[in-house]
């Protein structure tokens, strides 16, 4: 059974960082595709950056201060996040399970974590 648990999240004042974490039970990160996601209220899920096999995507949003990376020996791909401003205000959910490409449409993936508030005051 597939589980992907994210934490890190918290909050901050604009300006700070944050280092969000997704790790996965039932499933090797190894070759497959983990993506970042973020839904803040009211408002559609939004792709934030994936890691593959060919390599990575951001959103135009946050390339520059965001950035993804796996850490095979603990299963886990991370968020590293800089410069946060109060718009990055938002749940944050990893997903996997891709079996079209490693793009930042939810509608692509089959597998979620319950998400990490991310809070971020100006």
């Known amino acids: 059974q597939v589980q992907l648990v994210e934490s890190g999240g918290g909050s901050v004042q604009a300006g700070g960082s944050l280092r969000l974490s997704c790790t996965a039970s039932g499933y090797t990160i190894s070759n497959n595709c983990i993506a970042w996601f973020r839904q803040a209220p009211g408002k559609e899920r939004e792709g934030v950056a994936s890691i593959g096999i060919r390599g990575t995507t951001y959103a135009t949003s946050v390339k520059g201060r965001f950035t993804i990376a796996p850490n095979l020996e603990e299963n886990t791909v991370f968020l590293q996040m800089k410069s946060l401003q109060p718009e990055d205000t938002a749940l944050y959910l990893c997903?996997?399970?891709?079996?079209?490409?490693?793009?930042?449409?939810?509608?692509?993936?089959?597998?979620w974590g319950q998400g990490t508030q991310v809070t971020v005051s100006s």
């Open positions: 997903a996997t399970g891709s079996t079209v490409g490693c793009s930042l449409s939810a509608d692509e993936y089959a597998y």
